[in-house]
């Protein structure tokens, strides 16, 4: 075997080796972009129904608010029901280990609360634009979050 013939055996052999770890680096860079795309979807889908979950908790306390001044009002049990059910998903949402997510359930229970209690409306006003600030900025914090971590910051 002339050196020619070993030259081009060693040519095949890092051939071979620089393909085969391409291969492998391709393969797991393909699973973690995989990975990393549905934990994005998912924790996309959850800030949406989270966004959504507490507007129409809102927007349902304030119609019960609303309702109550007229004794007539029909549907109240049903409204009152939508309301608890919302308050619940809205705390099933939340992780409760979490500072911040605990703030909200705070502020959601309360809003329940003052809604039952009839209280004056300045200080239901006040709790509801509260839990919307809060929730705004956590769904904002979330959101950098999923920005940070789509781009492979792990912080």
Known sequence: MGSTEIM???GIGVTFAVSSANLAYSIWSNKRASFVNTVTASRLK?????RDKVSEFIAVTTCLVDRQ???EAP???ALRMQRDTLLHQIILHLNPGDPEDQ???TLVERVRDLEE???KSTELSSALLGLREATGNYLKKEWNRVKRESTGDPS
């Open 8 to 10: 081009a055996l060693i």
């Open 46 to 50: 959850w800030i949406d129904s989270l």
């Open 69 to 71: 001044r007229d004794p």
């Open 75 to 77: 549907d109240l049990g």
């Open 103 to 105: 703030r909200i359930k």
């Open 117 to 119: 209690q009839g209280s």
